[in-house]
């Protein structure tokens, strides 16, 4: 059996694939989403709501969406965006 050799561009290389790995399996833990784009099920999962809730945030324009083929897609970052606009701050 003939020997291998690894270069240290190699490693390098390796270690940079790993990191990312490691960073994107970090990700899926705290909760963020790495998709630009999700279905219905995947925004109920989000925001912990049921189908009619999500109709409604739809049909009432709170939150955007795109129709292709029958499927709902939602756009991760518009979804942030109507958190924030309708974050309450409570003085006391």
Avoid: C
Wanted: glycine share 8%; hydrophobic share 35%; proline share 2%.
């Amino acid at each position: 059996m003939g020997a291998t050799i690894i270069t240290t561009e190699d490693l390098r290389e390796f270690k940079m694939e790993l990191l990312e790995d490691f960073k994107e399996l970090l990700q899926k833990e705290n909760g963020q989403v790495n998709k630009k784009w999700l279905k219905s099920n995947e925004v109920r999962e989000l925001l912990g709501i049921s189908p009619g809730t999500l109709q409604n945030l739809r049909i009432n324009g709170t939150l955007p969406y795109t129709k292709i083929g029958g499927v709902l897609y939602y756009e991760y970052q518009e979804i942030m965006e109507v958190l924030e606009r309708n974050k309450i701050h409570n003085r006391i």
